[in-house]
């Protein structure tokens, strides 16, 4: 496969760009894409049948099922992440291997169903967190050592509006592409 077609394939809405300046709008325009995304997601996958959710999105990647499992254990998380941040002096955070966990049982063949409504509850929190965070809470941050690299809330909070913008165009592209 052409290694541009299997980036645009990778990443169908890019890679995640921290803006130079976290303005007030860019934070709750984040925030609103937080908060809708389980709503979007279960519009994208509540008709799909067993075979189309065990579809992978692209050549050599997660099925749909899996990508669906992968965002609540992403996104719990995150959670975990932000709590740390906001009650902790600059903690290192725990790095977990998502690729593993995607190859766990329940990931590869669970019922989405749980995990439509894990996101449901903790996107809720989420937003309710992150709607009442002011600019100082909004640049506490947590280390991740992956990259031994600080990460503020602020871009915390952008990068999970464009994580589940991203895998929710994983599913809508797989869908244009299969007419489905």
């Known amino acids: 496969m052409e290694d541009s077609l299997l980036e645009k394939m990778r990443y169908p ?13 860019y ?21 799909l049948t067993e075979e189309q959710l065990d579809t ?14 992968h965002c609540g254990d992403s996104h719990v998380n995150c959670y975990i ?9 600059i903690p290192i955070i725990k790095y977990y291997y998502e690729d593993r966990w995607a190859q766990l049982e329940d990931n590869l063949t ?3 169903q749980p995990s439509l409504l894990l996101l449901e509850g903790l996107h809720y929190r989420l937003a309710y967190l992150m709607q009442r965070l002011n600019s100082v809470e ?6 991740h050592p992956e990259h031994n690299k600080e990460i503020q809330i602020q871009e915390l ?24």
């Open 13 to 25: 809405i890019g890679k995640f760009k921290a803006p130079e300046v976290y303005t007030t709008e």
């Open 27 to 47: 934070i709750k325009a984040a925030i609103t894409e937080i908060a809708s995304f389980p709503k979007r997601l279960k519009e994208q996958v509540g008709h």
């Open 56 to 69: 992978p999105y692209r050549q050599d990647g997660w099925t749909i099922r899996q990508v669906i499992h």
């Open 81 to 89: 992440r932000l709590k740390w941040a906001l009650t902790e002096e």
């Open 110 to 112: 669970m019922p989405i």
């Open 138 to 143: 909004l640049k506490k941050s947590f280390i």
């Open 157 to 180: 909070i952008g990068l999970y509006a464009w994580h589940g913008n991203h895998h929710l165009a994983h599913i809508t592209e797989l869908k244009k592409q299969k007419e489905w």
